[in-house]
């Protein structure tokens, strides 16, 4: 989940009880911790997701809880759900729709940014083993507040989605070309 760059931590995002809420946005895998408009990449707000409070949605009510063996890279199914299905956690390609062509009307682009990109790498190539939440290259802010945050940061370099590391490559895809499912 993500404020313009940043992601929030427990304590500052607005909650139902002790359960957070989080606004889904308008036709895309983004989530946020506020509703409104969120821009992204380019400045003046040009490429940007919507979400607003909508109907409420209790994602409890159908959901399914795994454990996961992060050094033997082993998803199993919990007691509170042991009937849940664990093939989909080791899908090696992209989660969601393929980028839209230009010609599809939901489709954008502005400077070479398009505005709905292949979906990303799923769980399994996101460090579940890792200690801390901010990894990598330093860019990582947790935010303990929401709101009077300025300018909305911007990311170069952003391309057309996410790709695998060849470390993932080498751990993950063992002669699975296609990304299917095992």
Known sequence: ????????????????????????????????????????????????????????????????????DHVNDTLRASNHTPLAPTNWFYFNGHWGDKSYPLSDSRQYRFAGQYHYVNGPLGPRFKNLGRKRVCQGNGQCVIKHWLGGEGRTRRWKGVGRGEEMTEEDRRRFVVGDEDGGVP
């Open 1 to 68: 989940m993500w404020v313009t760059g940043n992601t929030p931590c427990y304590q500052a995002v607005e909650k139902i009880g002790k359960r957070p809420v989080i606004y889904s946005a308008t036709g895309t895998h983004a989530m946020y911790a506020v509703p409104g408009s969120h821009p992204y990449v380019l400045p003046w707000g040009l490429l940007h997701d919507e979400t607003d409070r909508g109907p409420l949605w209790d994602p409890l009510l159908n959901s399914h809880s795994y454990t996961y």
